[in-house]
């Protein structure tokens, strides 16, 4: 299972080089999972998780972020704060998602160029497989070895994939 951002420039398919029925893809703004809620409402994320995880029984589970993500970008100026719903509140509501993580990257990068924005594509990956882990079935599954978590990155401006190493969780790109 693939979770990706919606940006048309970060196709799954193609960075992985699979043919159709290879993977299950979610895609959303900034490829994110929310955490595990039982409240009322519409979890398309967690229903996709559910499936992927309980009916296919997928193995493995990547968080695909990217470079010049507008919704990580979104996130790090909090540009769309306060903004009402279809006027840009809905993208506000799912970026604070990224909340916690926003704040330690912008006191030691700030909250605009390049180099802050990359800090925040890749903690959002870190956001969602934390998130992941909040999900019982997928807890589970991971602790008794029969699911894995990976988190990687694309970078769009040189079309390297980099692959998060689970022990420091840094970012390297793949040879």
Known sequence: MII???????????????????????RNVAALVPPFETTP???????????AVQVLKVK???VLGHGMCGGCKA?????????????????ADWIALLDDARGPVAEEFGTTGRSAERQM?????KVSLDNLMTFPCIRRKV??????????????????LHLMDDVDGTFQPLS
């Open 60 to 62: 493995e589970i990547v």
């Open 121 to 125: 594509e890749q903690a959002a990956v």
């Open 143 to 160: 602790r008794d070895g029969d699911l894995r978590l990976r988190g990687t990155f694309f970078a769009i401006s040189d079309g390297v």
């Open 75 to 91: 996130a790090l100026t909090q540009e769309l704060r306060g903004t009402e719903p279809g006027e840009g509140g809905f993208i």
């Open 4 to 26: 990706a951002c919606s940006d048309s420039r970060v196709d799954p398919t193609q960075i992985f080089d699979t043919d159709p029925g290879e993977i299950f893809v979610v």
């Open 41 to 51: 409402g519409h979890h398309g994320v967690s229903a996709a998780l559910e499936f």
